[in-house]
C-alpha cells in the first residue's frame, strides 16, 4: 500500500494532482478541497489511499491521515465505493460526516450526490458504530462561519479556481456565475455542491475565453 506522497506539484486539474515522487508523476484522485489547498510548482505531502481492481489502480489523496482513515471506513459500508466515498469528503470534513451519523442527520447525506432517501437511512445504520464521535469542532465550522461570513463553499470554490491557475479576478466572476445553483441547492438540501459547482464554473470560464 502506498500510504503517503510526497513531492513538489507538477500538475493540477479538477479532481487530480500530479506529484512528482523521486522523477515519476504519480497521479492522485482528490476532492476540490484538497485540489484548493496545492500550487504548482510547491511541495506537498498527500495521504493515500490505492484503490486496486482488475482492470486498474487508483491513488486517492487526502489532506491528512484522518481523511484518509475516514474514506476507508466510509467503504465498509454496503453500496460505498470510493468514488462515492470521495464524493462525501467532497461535501463535508471527516468530523462533519461523524456529526452526521452520530446525530442520524438524515439530510446532511443525501446532500452528497448519488445518495437517495433510503440510501442516507441504511449508511446512518450501518456507519454508527465505525466512524465514532466527532474529534474537534470542524464539523460546525461551515454553520459558524456561514452566519457570520461569507459562505464556506465560496471561499472554496474560489481556492479551487485559484489553485488551477486562475487570477483572482476571474475565480470572483465563475462564482457569482454559479451562485444561483449553489443557492438553489441550498434552498433543497442545505448544502452547496462544490465538486459540481467547480465543474460548472470552469464551464463558464472556459467559454468566457
Not at 36 to 43: I, M
Request: hydrophobic share 45%; charged share 20%.
Amino acid at each position: 500500500m502506498i500510504a503517503f506522497v510526497s513531492g513538489p506539484v507538477a500538475a493540477l486539474a479538477p479532481t487530480t494532482a500530479v506529484v512528482e515522487v523521486g522523477g515519476v508523476g504519480m497521479a492522485v484522485q482528490c476532492t476540490p478541497n484538497t485540489i484548493a489547498g496545492l500550487r504548482v510548482g510547491e511541495h506537498t505531502r498527500l495521504a493515500t489511499s490505492l484503490v486496486v481492481r482488475e482492470d486498474s489502480l487508483t491513488l486517492y489523496g487526502f489532506a491528512d491521515d484522518d481523511e484518509r482513515q475516514v474514506f476507508e471506513l466510509l467503504q465498509t459500508a454496503s453500496g460505498v465505493g470510493p468514488r462515492l466515498a470521495q464524493a462525501m469528503l467532497g461535501v463535508h470534513s471527516p468530523d462533519a460526516l461523524r456529526l452526521a451519523v452520530s446525530t442520524g442527520d438524515e439530510k446532511a447525506l443525501t446532500a452528497v450526490p448519488g445518495i437517495g432517501k433510503k440510501g442516507a437511512q441504511k449508511l446512518l445504520l450501518e456507519l454508527k458504530d465505525k466512524l465514532g464521535q466527532p474529534l474537534g469542532s470542524s464539523g460546525l465550522v461551515g454553520q459558524q462561519r456561514g452566519a457570520t461570513g461569507p459562505a464556506p463553499w465560496t471561499e472554496q470554490l474560489s481556492a479551487a479556481l485559484i489553485g488551477l491557475g486562475y487570477a483572482s479576478r476571474e475565480a470572483e466572476e465563475a462564482v457569482a456565475a454559479v451562485t444561483p445553483q449553489a443557492e438553489a441547492a441550498l434552498a433543497e438540501t442545505g448544502s452547496a455542491p462544490v465538486p459540481q459547482l467547480l465543474r460548472a464554473a470552469l464551464q463558464t470560464l472556459n467559454r468566457a475565453r
